[in-house]
């Protein structure tokens, strides 16, 4: 049974009919899902009792079950969902200074394997669905109420997986779906080819992340390596062009990575390789990972880091963690549930 969430709440009317209910039945349902956060089609009471059973047989709301929900006491909430086929995705929930934030992931796995991130590690498995995507949002939601802000940035790169993502956003942006502003959705990509030329020809104004992470070629390309055959320079200059195109200043993300990239001749190449681009920096600690070597900087080393910006003019912010306690390193969670196996880079 296909998860109803597949279909943009505008041909739901339709399915509906298809289903013996009348066309705002579909538009009654969305509202119950997107607005009320319903978990089932028998709290749905304003719709006729005849149709809910229908429903109950023929029509599937979602396609994931909750498989673990874990809650820190910094407030962050993060739930492993199991999907259809067996593979398992999780979502963050944090609190925030304009309501909850939500982290999505986009993918089972990632093909970029970042050194740094447990998602990389075992590369990619599959591309999510858009009702997979929103599923996230909604499970969320029902656990933790109104949410405020949406950040793609969970396992994946979304940019490898637009034909869903872009839609699983648009729902999100809807009247009829979660009706969110595109100013509190930002999307997280490393920038592969064709990607923020896509997403400027959509034509939403959502947030950019572009992750970084060093600002030699070089070295990006050991740290980050789906993306050695891409040049930072011609990914900013997209970035620039997105932002001629939509308005929005983006953000460079910096995972701060002790004795990697956190030296203040390497905050110093970064400066220059931003003057005069629209953005700002978000500077990222590691969050430790026990198959990771990597460690996170001296507190010191963090502030001077993010000084040595600042000096050079830049707008720079080093983000505090939430969700330690729950594994909120990306892939974590995940990867905790799950056995290993071997898998090989998509380079971009
Ligand atoms: S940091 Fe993001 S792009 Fe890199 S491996 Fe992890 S999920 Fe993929």
Known sequence: MDSLLELHPHD??????????????GRIAARWVFRRAARSWQEMTDLPEALRERLEQEQALGAATLE????????????LLGLHDGATVEAVGMPGTQGRTICLSTQVGCPVKCQFCASGL???????????????????????????RVVIMGMGEAGHNLDEVLPALDVLMDEEGMGLSARRITLSTVGPKGALERIAA?????????????????LRHELVPGVRKRRLEDTLDEADRLFAANGREYTVEYVLLEGVNDQPQQAEALARRLRGRRCHVNLIPFNPVS??????????????????????????????????????????????????????????
């Open 202 to 218: 959509w034509g939403r104004s959502v947030s950019l992340a572009l992750s970084v992470h060093a600002a030699q070629d070089e």
């Open 12 to 25: 739901w009317p339709q399915r509906f009919v298809a289903l013996g209910g009348k066309p705002f039945h």
């Open 68 to 79: 673990e929900l874990s809650r820190a006491e910094d407030g962050a909430v993060k739930v």
């Open 291 to 348: 198959e990771l070597n990597f460690r996170r900087p001296a507190l010191g080393v963090q502030e001077e880091f993010r000084k040595r910006l600042r000096e050079a003019g830049l707008s720079v912010t080093l983000r505090r963690s939430l969700g330690r306690e729950t594994d909120a390193a990306c892939g974590q969670l995940r990867r905790r549930s799950m056995p290993s196996s071997g898998s090989s880079v998509t380079e971009v």
């Open 122 to 148: 075992d590369g990619l498995q599959r591309n999510l669905t858009r009702g997979e995507i929103l599923e996230q949002a909604l499970w969320l939601r029902r656990e933790q109420g109104e949410i405020g």
